[in-house]
């Protein structure tokens, strides 16, 4: 079978990872940890984004094996804060790796599925992020990520 380079599904390079919300971070570390072996990979605070964030995986996992997102909230009034206020801890996006998010933003948003940000923002450990709305995705919020070079 032929395949064609060009068509956009090539932009998507990888299922990076799920998030979950949750209110406390450190318990959910202990509760990954204690219950399955899975530590933090890299934790980091994102202002803009209102989050205090753990990537989770298994200690000798592949580097490119898909990571649990725990995302716990800087303040009651953030997205996540809102989120657990709105439906309690639990699944709150699926994120695909692109290598080329301005690409693949022009392909969907031609689709007309719409984009929450007119410009990607700074993501986990500095990658380039957008999402598509989740009543343009299946029901699910789905972030986009172009990880650092
Ligand atoms: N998954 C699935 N559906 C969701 C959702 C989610 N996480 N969040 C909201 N929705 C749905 C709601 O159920 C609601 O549907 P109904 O109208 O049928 O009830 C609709 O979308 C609107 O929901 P809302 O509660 O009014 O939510 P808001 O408009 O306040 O926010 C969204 C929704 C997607 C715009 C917001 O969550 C957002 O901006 N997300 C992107 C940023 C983000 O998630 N940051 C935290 C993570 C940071 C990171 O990953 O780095």
């Known amino acids: 079978m032929d395949i064609d380079m060009n068509v956009p599904h090539e932009y998507v390079t990888a299922i990076d990872h799920v998030g979950v919300a949750v209110?406390?971070?450190?318990?959910?570390?202990?509760?990954?940890?204690?219950?399955?072996?899975?530590?933090?990979?890299?934790?980091?605070?994102?202002?803009?984004?209102?989050?205090?964030?753990?990537?989770?995986?298994l200690p000798n996992q592949h580097p490119n094996a898909a990571l649990i997102q725990v995302l716990s909230p800087l303040s009651e009034d953030s997205t996540i804060g809102k989120f657990l206020a709105k439906n309690g801890p639990g699944l709150q996006q699926l994120c695909l790796r692109t290598n080329n998010l301005d690409a693949l933003s022009e392909h969907l948003k031609a689709q007309g599925k719409r984009l929450l940000y007119p410009e990607p923002k700074k993501g986990t450990a500095g990658a380039r992020i957008n999402f598509v709305h989740p009543k343009d995705a299946g029901g699910v919020l789905l972030e986009l990520t172009e990880p650092a070079s």
């Open 23 to 57: 209110p406390d971070l450190d318990e959910a570390l202990a509760y990954y940890r204690d219950c399955y072996g899975m530590v933090a990979l890299h934790i980091e605070t994102n202002e803009e984004q209102g989050v205090k964030e753990a990537m989770v995986g």
